[in-house]
């Protein structure tokens, strides 16, 4: 529904900065107005021509999307499950599919090292009875919807990768987010 960073780089303004939309001196000026008149940045910069209102929403979803991504990057860390008015009156639709951003979450930002404490050689990996996401629901590319059908139980990791015929890290990385997805799960 939506998310917040209490990371100043995550915040509204210093995204449109960030995304090249307003000039850092805009973003001084406007949020020094904002908290002069105690209203939101984004107001202000509507107020100002800076920003379109309907751009607002589809700049909002992209700031609350790169949060969502910057998840994927923590090895450690903690968050807050809240269930505050604010989200529900500003719902925000995303343009990515969950198990997508899920997808791609992890096949950009799991470093090569993290995949292999995750995944191990000797894996061995089946198809998931009660995946949390369809495979429909993803973007799968040709090689990978090709080596899925082999992801049955009798190969390794290692033999799989073998077969993939591509970098280990990209593998990993593709194995990893099915796994995420519940469409794979470790046979016991």
């Known amino acids: 529904v939506f998310a917040l960073s209490n990371l100043l780089s995550d915040r509204f303004g210093q995204f449109l900065v960030r995304v090249g939309k307003i000039r850092p001196d805009q973003l001084e000026d406007a949020a020094a107005v904002a908290l002069k008149t105690k209203r939101r940045t984004g107001d202000v910069l509507i107020e100002r021509g800076l920003l379109k209102d309907t751009e607002r929403l589809y700049y909002v979803a992209q700031q609350v999307k790169s949060i969502i991504y910057s998840l ?27 198990g997508q951003l899920i997808v791609r979450g992890i096949k950009k930002l799991y470093k090569p090292e993290r995949l292999r404490r995750m995944i191990q050689p000797e894996d061995r990996l089946i198809p998931s009875l009660q995946p949390a996401y369809q495979l429909h629901e993803v ?38 987010a099915m796994l995420a997805l519940n469409v794979l799960e470790r046979r016991s």
Do not use: C, Q
């Open 139 to 176: 973007e799968l590319e040709r090689w990978e919807a090709e080596l899925l059908p082999r992801v049955d139980g009798t190969r390794t990791v290692a033999e799989l990768l073998a077969l993939a015929n591509r970098p280990e890290h990209v593998v990993y990385a593709f194995l990893a």
């Open 72 to 98: 994927f990057g923590w090895e450690d860390g903690t968050y807050v499950m809240s269930f505050r008015d604010k989200a529900g009156k500003e719902s925000i639709k995303l343009d990515v599919h969950p």
